[in-house]
């Protein structure tokens, strides 16, 4: 790391690194593409996004510069250690988007990935890291009752040493908690005793989200295990949020204009995130990624996902993309402690 990224990295600790705007760039080309990295998963340049812009857009704190993403730097200070994390499809957005930017890196180094339904991991043998991806929807246990159905309780975590044993550990639940009709995947919450079919979800999501915080105060030892909890990741299905009402993200190009701080940001389940965080004995670290991903419209798959074109995806984000500059922001949180 050279003597101006280390500047860098003196002023990121002192200034708010989620509030800023995003910068076109071109000399800011994406850390790896289709050809460097195989397993990518979202590329939607492969699955025909005819624009390009979208990859060239760099994320510009207001008060301060970060460091850029070195991959060299992060396997020599994470080498021999674990990196998991624990969530839905946004936390394997984010989880594909690291091993991409480590594998290019080093592209001659082996690697090994493994993808399974429940744990999937990506290593890099020469430098002893793993960097794991473990699905869970909703952190909270969801149990099959043979009368029932599948029954989400929201105040029970059964497995949590899962959860154990890593170096960083990131978790993540919002997505699965909004969903209803045949996404939906459970039939009752429960609390205590009490089952109900139905209660208002944030409510549902608050006891789940404090049930997972009393679980890290009580397991996590804080000098051995660095947490963080990846914000809520929004979704541009409804145009009106940037003035083109009936619109979703098909067919966007570019960013909202304007700062993190000048949006909309009315997302309840981030103020939930915040509220729970702050109780905590031993408070997660916040990636506060969801004011600048709200002004990221352009960065969706829509139908460039793979699926063909009657999938409009608005949630999950294309590769190379948004899910790099969390990386950044992990990786920038990360030197800030040292």
């Given at each position: 790391m050279d003597h101006n990224e280390k500047e860098k990295e003196k002023a990121s600790s002192k200034c708010n690194i989620y509030e800023g705007s995003w910068v076109y760039d071109n000399s800011s080309n994406p850390?790896?593409?289709?050809?460097?990295?195989?397993?990518?998963?979202?590329?939607?340049?492969?699955?025909?996004?005819?624009?390009?812009?979208?990859?060239?857009?760099?994320?510009?704190?207001t008060g301060c510069d970060i460091s850029r993403f070195d991959g060299q730097d992060f396997?020599?200070?994470?080498?021999?250690?674990?990196?998991?994390?624990?969530g839905d499809s946004l936390s394997n957005n984010m989880w594909l988007?690291?091993?991409?930017?480590?594998h290019a890196a080093v592209p001659n180094a082996n690697y090994t990935l493994q993808l399974d339904?429940?744990?999937?991991?990506?290593?890099?043998?020469?430098?002893?890291i793993s960097v794991n991806f473990l699905k869970n929807g909703f952190l909270v246990d969801l149990v099959a009752d043979k009368t029932?159905?599948?029954?989400?309780?929201?105040?029970?975590?059964?497995?949590?040493?899962?959860?154990?044993?890593s170096d960083v550990v990131i978790f993540n639940t919002f997505h699965w908690w909004t969903h209803a009709g045949r996404s939906k995947t459970w039939k009752y919450f429960q609390v205590g005793d009490k089952i109900e079919e139905e209660m208002n979800?944030?409510?549902a999501f608050k006891i789940a989200l404090t049930t997972w915080a009393n679980w890290v105060d009580h397991n996590i030892d804080p000098s051995k295990t660095r947490v963080f909890y990846q914000g809520v990741s929004p979704?541009?299905?409804?145009?009106?949020?940037?003035?083109?009402?009936?619109?979703?993200?098909?067919?966007?190009?570019?960013?909202?204009?304007?700062?993190?701080?000048?949006?909309?940001?009315?997302?309840?389940?981030?103020?939930?995130?915040?509220?729970?965080?702050?109780?905590?004995?031993?408070?997660?670290?916040?990636?506060?990624?969801?004011?600048?991903?709200?002004?990221?419209?352009?960065?969706?798959?829509?139908?460039?996902?793979?699926?063909?074109?009657?999938?409009?995806?608005?949630?999950?984000?294309?590769?190379p993309g948004v899910p790099d500059v969390w990386n950044q922001l992990l990786y920038t949180a990360l030197l800030n402690d040292n």
């Open positions: 850390l790896y593409g289709t050809s460097t990295c195989p397993f990518m998963g979202l590329d939607c340049q492969k699955f025909g996004r005819p624009d390009k812009n979208y990859l060239n857009y760099r994320w510009q704190p396997l020599t200070r994470y080498k021999g250690k674990k990196i998991l994390f624990v988007s690291l091993s991409c930017m480590l339904k429940l744990l999937s991991t990506f290593t890099i043998p020469e430098y002893g029932r159905g599948m029954i989400l309780k929201l105040d029970s975590i059964s497995t949590g040493n899962q959860w154990l044993g979800r944030m409510e979704v541009h299905l409804n145009g009106t949020e940037w003035g083109k009402p009936g619109k979703t993200c098909l067919g966007e190009t570019e960013p909202v204009e304007g700062n993190s701080s000048s949006g909309q940001n009315n997302n309840e389940g981030e103020d939930i995130v915040r509220g729970v965080i702050g109780r905590m004995a031993k408070p997660a670290s916040l990636l506060d990624v969801t004011a600048m991903a709200e002004l990221r419209k352009d960065g969706h798959p829509s139908i460039y996902a793979g699926g063909g074109r009657k999938l409009n995806d608005c949630s999950h984000w294309c590769l």
